[in-house]
């Protein structure tokens, strides 16, 4: 079983950075992908980036030039710098990975709320 522990969200202004933590543990032999979900009141949950264990990224057009993923292997920990919020980043961010095992399980984290307010 794997167990994924996110930290780092709160409240900020608009302009504001926030940086995510997750932390995966457990049975892990290896990590392939690690990304960052997020739901917003209302709306279907949605890919903000994700990272491969090449170190490729990828993230969605809402937050290029704006967010950074970032993983240590070692640690097996991934990162998401969040800087430049703005008001409709606010959601609950879901941590992701997938594992390389057989069938490629997959597994959440149960969310950290970021809200972005003046």
């Known amino acids: 079983q794997v167990q994924l522990v996110e930290s780092g969200g709160g409240l900020v202004q608009p302009g504001g950075s926030l940086r995510l933590s997750c932390v995966a543990s457990g049975t892990i032999f290896s990590i392939y992908t690690m990304g960052w979900y997020r739901q917003a009141p209302g709306k279907q949950r949605e890919l903000v980036a994700g990272?491969?264990?090449?170190?490729?990224?990828n993230y969605s057009d809402s937050v290029k030039g704006r967010f950074t993923i970032s993983r240590d292997n070692g640690k097996n920990t991934v990162y998401l710098q969040m800087n430049s919020l703005k008001p409709e980043d606010t959601a609950v961010y879901f941590c992701?990975?997938?594992?390389?095992?057989?069938?490629?399980?997959?597994?959440w984290g149960q969310g950290t709320q970021v809200t972005v307010s003046s």
């Open positions: 990272i491969i264990s090449g170190g490729s990224t």
């Open positions: 992701h990975v997938v594992l390389i095992a057989p069938l490629l399980p997959d597994y």
